[in-house]
């Protein structure tokens, strides 16, 4: 552990509705942030599933994708690597945020919703 904290932004160019693609893009991004020796990599809103998804947060389906798609990512920062700071959808007492999400440790770490 040293005394100072490294972050990587990540300038992303999500498209909406790909969820496989999206998360692919954050994984690259993750692994050169790694690579860099960051202690945090930061995306944009709703890179998950893309801005703006629009009609597609009704979807239930499209709901779980994305809820999986984040599970795995978090899952993966039990590696030791960059924690991420991402957007994305996320549900909470049967209503869909737009939220910003802490991964660390292989969990959802923190959660913020936008108002």
């Given at each position: 552990?040293?005394?100072?904290?490294t972050?990587?932004?990540?300038q992303?160019?999500?498209?909406?509705?790909d969820?496989?693609?999206?998360?692919?893009l954050?994984?690259e991004?993750?692994?050169?942030?790694a690579?860099?020796g960051a202690d945090?990599m930061?995306?944009s809103?709703?890179?998950?599933?893309?801005?703006?998804?629009e009609d597609?947060?009704?979807?239930?389906s499209?709901?779980?994708?994305?809820?999986?798609?984040?599970d795995?990512l978090?899952?993966?920062?039990?590696?030791?690597g960059p924690?991420?700071?991402?957007?994305?959808?996320?549900?909470?007492?049967?209503?869909c945020?737009n939220?910003a999400?802490?991964?660390?440790?292989?969990n959802?770490?923190?959660?913020?919703?936008?108002h």
């Amino acid at each position: 552990m040293t005394d100072q904290l490294t972050i990587a932004l990540a300038q992303l160019n999500p498209t909406v509705g790909d969820i496989d693609g999206n998360t692919a893009l954050v994984r690259e991004a993750r692994a050169r942030a790694a690579a860099m020796g960051a202690d945090l990599m930061v995306a944009s809103e709703l890179v998950i599933p893309g801005y703006p998804p629009e009609d597609l947060v009704l979807r239930p389906s499209f709901q779980e994708a994305v809820k999986a798609a984040v599970d795995a990512l978090a899952a993966e920062t039990a590696d030791g690597g960059p924690a991420l700071l991402i957007g994305s959808l996320w549900q909470e007492e049967g209503k869909c945020y737009n939220a910003a999400l802490l991964l660390d440790g292989g969990n959802v770490a923190a959660v913020r919703l936008k108002h």
